[in-house]
């Protein structure tokens, strides 16, 4: 191994950025590091573009209501069977207790009561879907 290979790869790890190289060739050891620099340069400042940024969008107010979240991973159902009505709607009335859906887990149908007296204001999820584990699946408002 001569300087001329020993300065090749010094350019290399310069290049590639790495910052440590071992060697062993032909009964040589060769170890280099590079030192990175303790105090990184400060990032340019920022340049006005001349063009016209997108105007922000006002986050959307805090919907109104409880959340009913999925208990487990699992199939949302929104009626007992295919041919049957959904348990709710958007705008049927509930009381604490009352079903929401099924979700089937591991092949057992697992009936999500409602906590809460209220109005369904939203069926976040749709028939089939796969849901997670606290996902929401309704909304329900006093």
Do not use: H, W
Request: proline letters at 10%; glycine letters at 6%.
């Amino acid at each position: 191994m001569d300087i001329k290979s020993i300065e090749t790869l010094a350019k290399l790890m310069k290049e590639t950025g790495l910052t440590a190289l071992e060697l062993s060739q032909e009964g040589v050891s060769l170890k280099l590091e590079r030192q990175t620099g303790l105090n990184p340069a400060a990032p340019a400042p920022a340049v006005a573009s001349p063009f016209a940024t997108a105007p922000v969008e006002p986050e959307p107010a805090p919907q109104k209501g409880a959340l009913v979240l999925s208990p487990t991973v699992g199939v949302f159902y929104a009626a007992a069977s295919p041919e049957s009505e959904p348990f709710v709607d958007v705008g049927s009335k509930v009381s604490r207790g009352d079903t929401l859906c099924i979700i089937e887990a591991m092949k057992l149908m697992n009936e999500i009561p409602s906590e809460v007296d209220g109005t369904v204001v939203e069926v976040c999820v749709s028939n089939g879907q796969v849901v997670e584990y606290n996902q929401p699946l309704f909304r329900i408002a006093p």
